[in-house]
Protein backbone atom coordinates (compact mmCIF):
# COMPACT_ATOMS: atom_id res chain seq x y z
CA UNK A 1 0.00 0.00 0.00
CA UNK A 2 3.26 2.54 0.61
CA UNK A 3 4.36 2.17 -2.92
CA UNK A 4 0.95 3.02 -4.03
CA UNK A 5 0.12 5.88 -1.80
CA UNK A 6 3.82 6.86 -2.99
CA UNK A 7 2.41 6.84 -6.42
CA UNK A 8 -0.33 8.63 -5.80
CA UNK A 9 0.75 11.25 -3.98
CA UNK A 10 3.12 12.12 -6.45
CA UNK A 11 0.49 12.04 -9.24
CA UNK A 12 -1.35 14.55 -7.06
CA UNK A 13 1.64 17.23 -6.40
CA UNK A 14 2.18 17.12 -10.75
CA UNK A 15 -1.35 17.12 -11.50
CA UNK A 16 -3.13 19.40 -9.05
CA UNK A 17 -1.13 22.09 -11.08
CA UNK A 18 0.04 21.08 -14.21
CA UNK A 19 -3.71 21.51 -16.65
CA UNK A 20 -4.04 17.72 -16.75
CA UNK A 21 -6.93 17.48 -14.29
CA UNK A 22 -5.78 15.37 -10.37
CA UNK A 23 -9.19 14.41 -9.73
CA UNK A 24 -9.22 12.46 -13.43
CA UNK A 25 -5.79 10.60 -12.43
CA UNK A 26 -6.51 9.67 -8.86
CA UNK A 27 -10.16 8.47 -9.99
CA UNK A 28 -8.63 6.60 -13.10
CA UNK A 29 -5.40 5.36 -11.77
CA UNK A 30 -7.01 3.12 -8.96
CA UNK A 31 -9.93 2.35 -11.52
CA UNK A 32 -7.56 1.09 -14.17
CA UNK A 33 -4.83 -1.18 -11.63
CA UNK A 34 -7.95 -1.46 -9.41
CA UNK A 35 -6.72 -0.58 -6.08
CA UNK A 36 -8.72 -0.41 -3.30
CA UNK A 37 -8.54 -0.32 0.41
CA UNK A 38 -5.69 2.41 2.30
CA UNK A 39 -5.02 4.77 -0.33
CA UNK A 40 -9.24 5.34 -0.74
CA UNK A 41 -9.24 6.66 2.95
CA UNK A 42 -10.09 9.86 4.39
CA UNK A 43 -6.75 9.98 6.09
CA UNK A 44 -4.91 9.83 2.48
CA UNK A 45 -7.55 11.96 1.14
CA UNK A 46 -6.44 14.56 4.16
CA UNK A 47 -2.88 14.17 3.26
CA UNK A 48 -3.11 14.97 -0.30
CA UNK A 49 -4.77 18.10 0.15
CA UNK A 50 -2.97 19.12 2.92
CA UNK A 51 0.32 18.65 0.24
CA UNK A 52 -0.86 20.72 -2.29
CA UNK A 53 -1.80 23.49 0.19
CA UNK A 54 1.74 22.98 1.71
CA UNK A 55 3.23 23.55 -1.93
CA UNK A 56 1.10 26.39 -2.81
CA UNK A 57 1.94 28.02 0.42
CA UNK A 58 5.81 27.85 0.39
CA UNK A 59 5.87 28.94 -3.53
CA UNK A 60 3.70 31.92 -2.68
CA UNK A 61 4.53 33.09 0.89
CA UNK A 62 5.58 37.04 -0.66
CA UNK A 63 2.71 36.79 -2.96
CA UNK A 64 0.22 36.72 0.42
CA UNK A 65 2.37 39.01 2.66
CA UNK A 66 2.54 41.83 -0.08
CA UNK A 67 -1.58 41.33 -0.52
CA UNK A 68 -2.39 41.64 2.68
CA UNK A 69 0.17 44.63 3.04
CA UNK A 70 0.44 46.71 -0.39
CA UNK A 71 -1.82 45.08 -2.62
CA UNK A 72 -5.28 44.96 -0.85
CA UNK A 73 -7.31 45.87 -4.15
CA UNK A 74 -6.23 43.01 -5.61
CA UNK A 75 -6.64 40.63 -2.64
CA UNK A 76 -10.09 41.44 -2.70
CA UNK A 77 -10.21 40.44 -6.61
CA UNK A 78 -9.01 37.07 -5.61
CA UNK A 79 -11.78 36.66 -2.43
CA UNK A 80 -14.17 37.65 -4.89
CA UNK A 81 -12.57 34.90 -7.31
CA UNK A 82 -13.03 32.11 -4.97
CA UNK A 83 -16.63 32.91 -4.05
CA UNK A 84 -17.93 31.23 -7.20
CA UNK A 85 -16.41 28.11 -6.45
CA UNK A 86 -16.92 28.03 -2.95
CA UNK A 87 -20.77 28.39 -3.97
CA UNK A 88 -21.05 25.82 -6.22
CA UNK A 89 -18.63 23.51 -4.14
CA UNK A 90 -21.36 23.70 -1.43
CA UNK A 91 -24.69 23.14 -3.32
CA UNK A 92 -23.05 20.71 -5.79
CA UNK A 93 -20.25 18.66 -4.56
CA UNK A 94 -22.06 15.57 -3.17
CA UNK A 95 -24.09 15.55 -6.63
CA UNK A 96 -20.93 15.60 -9.10
CA UNK A 97 -19.42 13.19 -6.19
CA UNK A 98 -21.97 10.71 -7.20
CA UNK A 99 -22.62 10.93 -11.11
CA UNK A 100 -20.17 12.62 -12.58
CA UNK A 101 -16.87 10.18 -11.15
CA UNK A 102 -17.11 8.32 -14.35
CA UNK A 103 -14.33 7.00 -16.66
CA UNK A 104 -16.66 8.31 -19.94
CA UNK A 105 -17.39 11.98 -18.25
CA UNK A 106 -13.79 11.89 -17.49
CA UNK A 107 -12.59 11.22 -21.06
CA UNK A 108 -15.15 13.99 -22.77
CA UNK A 109 -13.87 16.48 -20.31
CA UNK A 110 -10.08 16.22 -21.19
CA UNK A 111 -10.96 16.44 -24.57
CA UNK A 112 -13.33 19.35 -24.26
CA UNK A 113 -11.34 21.36 -21.83
CA UNK A 114 -8.04 20.73 -24.47
CA UNK A 115 -9.87 21.97 -27.09
CA UNK A 116 -10.62 25.50 -24.85
CA UNK A 117 -6.77 25.69 -24.03
CA UNK A 118 -5.81 25.31 -27.44
CA UNK A 119 -8.38 28.45 -27.98
CA UNK A 120 -7.06 30.27 -25.48
CA UNK A 121 -3.87 30.14 -26.81
CA UNK A 122 -4.78 32.40 -29.76
CA UNK A 123 -6.54 35.05 -27.88
CA UNK A 124 -3.80 38.36 -27.27
CA UNK A 125 -2.27 38.35 -23.93
CA UNK A 126 -1.29 41.93 -22.79
CA UNK A 127 -2.11 41.84 -18.94
CA UNK A 128 0.10 41.28 -15.35
CA UNK A 129 -1.98 40.03 -12.57
CA UNK A 130 -1.50 43.45 -11.47
CA UNK A 131 -3.89 44.44 -14.25
CA UNK A 132 -6.77 42.19 -13.51
CA UNK A 133 -10.11 43.77 -12.73
CA UNK A 134 -13.01 42.77 -11.41
CA UNK A 135 -14.85 41.32 -14.29
CA UNK A 136 -11.61 39.12 -15.33
CA UNK A 137 -12.12 37.83 -11.68
CA UNK A 138 -15.37 36.95 -11.60
CA UNK A 139 -15.14 35.15 -15.19
CA UNK A 140 -11.94 33.38 -13.86
CA UNK A 141 -13.85 32.39 -10.66
CA UNK A 142 -16.71 30.97 -12.41
CA UNK A 143 -14.40 29.32 -14.67
CA UNK A 144 -12.74 27.48 -12.03
CA UNK A 145 -16.32 26.27 -10.09
CA UNK A 146 -16.33 23.80 -13.32
CA UNK A 147 -13.16 22.29 -12.21
CA UNK A 148 -15.63 20.26 -9.93
CA UNK A 149 -16.44 18.53 -12.74
CA UNK A 150 -13.73 15.23 -13.06
CA UNK A 151 -11.55 16.23 -15.93
CA UNK A 152 -11.86 19.45 -16.36
CA UNK A 153 -8.48 20.78 -14.73
CA UNK A 154 -8.73 23.62 -11.80
CA UNK A 155 -5.46 24.73 -13.50
CA UNK A 156 -6.10 23.65 -16.73
CA UNK A 157 -9.84 26.19 -17.10
CA UNK A 158 -8.56 28.64 -15.02
CA UNK A 159 -5.39 29.53 -17.11
CA UNK A 160 -7.31 29.66 -19.86
CA UNK A 161 -10.24 32.03 -19.24
CA UNK A 162 -7.06 33.95 -18.04
CA UNK A 163 -6.12 33.60 -21.27
CA UNK A 164 -8.53 35.23 -22.90
CA UNK A 165 -9.37 37.70 -20.72
CA UNK A 166 -5.52 38.99 -22.16
CA UNK A 167 -3.55 37.51 -19.04
CA UNK A 168 -0.01 36.83 -20.57
CA UNK A 169 0.62 32.65 -20.06
CA UNK A 170 2.90 33.28 -16.72
CA UNK A 171 1.03 35.66 -14.80
CA UNK A 172 -3.02 33.91 -15.75
CA UNK A 173 -1.29 30.65 -14.00
CA UNK A 174 0.16 32.49 -11.09
CA UNK A 175 -3.31 34.38 -10.79
CA UNK A 176 -4.73 30.81 -11.36
CA UNK A 177 -2.51 29.46 -8.48
CA UNK A 178 -3.89 32.36 -5.99
CA UNK A 179 -7.46 31.76 -6.27
CA UNK A 180 -7.37 28.49 -5.83
CA UNK A 181 -5.22 28.47 -2.73
CA UNK A 182 -8.59 29.60 0.09
CA UNK A 183 -10.34 26.78 -1.93
CA UNK A 184 -7.90 24.01 -1.24
CA UNK A 185 -7.36 25.48 2.22
CA UNK A 186 -11.08 25.15 3.08
CA UNK A 187 -11.38 21.66 1.33
CA UNK A 188 -8.42 20.79 3.65
CA UNK A 189 -10.36 21.99 6.64
CA UNK A 190 -13.31 20.40 5.87
CA UNK A 191 -11.65 16.92 5.39
CA UNK A 192 -9.62 17.21 8.29
CA UNK A 193 -12.76 17.81 10.33
CA UNK A 194 -14.28 15.09 8.95
CA UNK A 195 -11.29 13.25 9.62
CA UNK A 196 -10.95 14.40 13.26
CA UNK A 197 -14.90 13.74 13.75
CA UNK A 198 -15.00 10.12 12.43
CA UNK A 199 -14.38 7.11 14.11
CA UNK A 200 -11.94 5.07 12.00
CA UNK A 201 -8.51 4.37 12.30
CA UNK A 202 -6.04 7.06 11.86
CA UNK A 203 -2.33 5.52 9.50
CA UNK A 204 0.04 8.33 10.78
CA UNK A 205 1.93 6.40 8.04
CA UNK A 206 -0.02 6.77 4.84
CA UNK A 207 -0.69 10.48 6.00
CA UNK A 208 3.19 11.38 6.29
CA UNK A 209 3.53 9.63 2.86
CA UNK A 210 0.82 11.55 0.77
CA UNK A 211 1.63 14.85 2.59
CA UNK A 212 5.72 14.28 1.74
CA UNK A 213 4.88 13.47 -1.59
CA UNK A 214 2.28 15.62 -2.86
CA UNK A 215 4.02 18.80 -1.24
CA UNK A 216 7.12 18.22 -2.72
CA UNK A 217 6.17 16.88 -5.97
CA UNK A 218 3.72 19.93 -5.42
CA UNK A 219 6.42 22.79 -5.19
CA UNK A 220 8.56 21.79 -8.45
CA UNK A 221 5.38 21.57 -10.55
CA UNK A 222 4.35 25.21 -9.76
CA UNK A 223 7.96 25.96 -10.44
CA UNK A 224 8.61 24.07 -13.16
CA UNK A 225 5.26 25.03 -14.75
CA UNK A 226 5.83 28.88 -13.85
CA UNK A 227 9.04 29.02 -16.05
CA UNK A 228 7.40 26.92 -18.93
CA UNK A 229 4.89 29.05 -19.31
CA UNK A 230 7.30 32.25 -20.08
CA UNK A 231 8.32 30.82 -23.30
CA UNK A 232 5.65 28.04 -24.02
CA UNK A 233 2.33 27.53 -24.80
CA UNK A 234 0.05 25.16 -23.19
CA UNK A 235 -0.11 22.63 -26.16
CA UNK A 236 1.60 19.92 -24.91
CA UNK A 237 -0.38 19.30 -22.17
CA UNK A 238 -3.22 19.75 -24.37
CA UNK A 239 -1.99 16.53 -26.31
CA UNK A 240 -1.33 15.06 -23.28
CA UNK A 241 -4.86 15.16 -22.23
CA UNK A 242 -6.17 13.83 -25.40
CA UNK A 243 -3.75 10.92 -25.25
CA UNK A 244 -5.41 10.35 -21.70
CA UNK A 245 -8.68 10.30 -22.46
CA UNK A 246 -8.02 8.13 -25.89
CA UNK A 247 -6.47 5.74 -22.92
CA UNK A 248 -9.32 5.82 -20.55
CA UNK A 249 -11.83 5.17 -23.42
CA UNK A 250 -9.78 2.03 -24.70
CA UNK A 251 -9.88 0.84 -20.83
CA UNK A 252 -13.82 1.45 -20.80
CA UNK A 253 -14.27 -0.42 -24.06
CA UNK A 254 -11.50 -3.65 -23.40
CA UNK A 255 -13.43 -3.59 -19.89
CA UNK A 256 -16.80 -3.52 -21.67
Same mark, same amino acid.
Given at each position: ?27 ? %? ?17 ? #? ?60 ? %? ?83 ? %? ?9 ? #????? %? ?45
Amino acid at each position: MIAEAIILGVVQGLTEFFPVSSTAHLIV %LPWFFGWKGDVNTLTFDVA #LHAGTLTALLFCFWKDWAELFTKKQKLLVKIISATIPAGVAGFFLNDIIEKSLREPFVISAM %LIIVGFVMLAAEKAKKHKDVEQVNYLDALTIGIAQATALIPGVSRSGITISAGLFKGLKREPSARFSFLISTPLIAGATLLHLRK %LLTSHGIYDFQ #LFTVG %LFTSSITGFLAIKFLLTFLKKYPLNIFVYYRFMLAAVIIAGIWLRG
